[in-house]
């Protein structure tokens, strides 16, 4: 799907207020609210937009860790730790990567405590390090970038 102008703006919207009513957007972008709903449809049914999500003040909510983990895997078969890393809460993301390691997470975490067996388990597949994050100086939206 080619995306114009218009889609980038109700994109870029869209994540600054993902519940904007259609008739406001369009406001914004001088058009009607029927017709940006068109377009919303559309980009969601060419997997343009693939959700709709929050954002929730982790410390309030009791997240109060926020770990980086390398993992060097022990073996080439890697299916089990995949498996492993999408049945966990706690992993926030996690890439395959090139150059040191083979996979870096994000984790979410509670407690000092529940970090410890969290690494325990990943022993199972590999070793690892981590690095903690102290303060989070800029969270950002790949799609501004875009527009």
């Known amino acids: 799907?080619?995306?114009?102008?218009?889609?980038?703006?109700?994109?870029?919207?869209?994540?600054?207020?993902?519940?904007?009513?259609?008739?406001?957007?369009?406001?914004?972008?001088?058009?009607?609210?029927?017709a940006v709903g068109n377009r919303i449809k559309k980009l969601e049914d060419n997997g343009v937009i693939k959700a709709y999500s929050l954002i929730v003040d982790e410390m309030k909510v009791g997240l109060s860790y926020t770990a980086f983990i390398l993992i060097y895997m022990k073996t080439s078969n890697h299916n089990s730790f995949i498996q492993f890393i999408n049945e966990q809460n706690e992993v926030v993301e996690a890439h395959r990567i090139s150059g040191e390691g083979c996979y870096h997470l994000k984790v979410k975490i509670h407690s000092q405590e529940k970090l410890n067996l969290f690494l325990n388990e990943i022993l199972e597949y590999g070793n690892y390090s981590v690095s903690l994050s102290i303060n989070e100086i800029k969270q950002r939206n790949p799609l501004i970038a875009t527009i």
């Open 1 to 34: 799907m080619e995306l114009d102008n218009i889609d980038f703006q109700i994109l870029w919207l869209l994540t600054e207020n993902s519940r904007i009513q259609w008739k406001d957007l369009g406001e914004q972008i001088h058009m009607t609210g029927q």
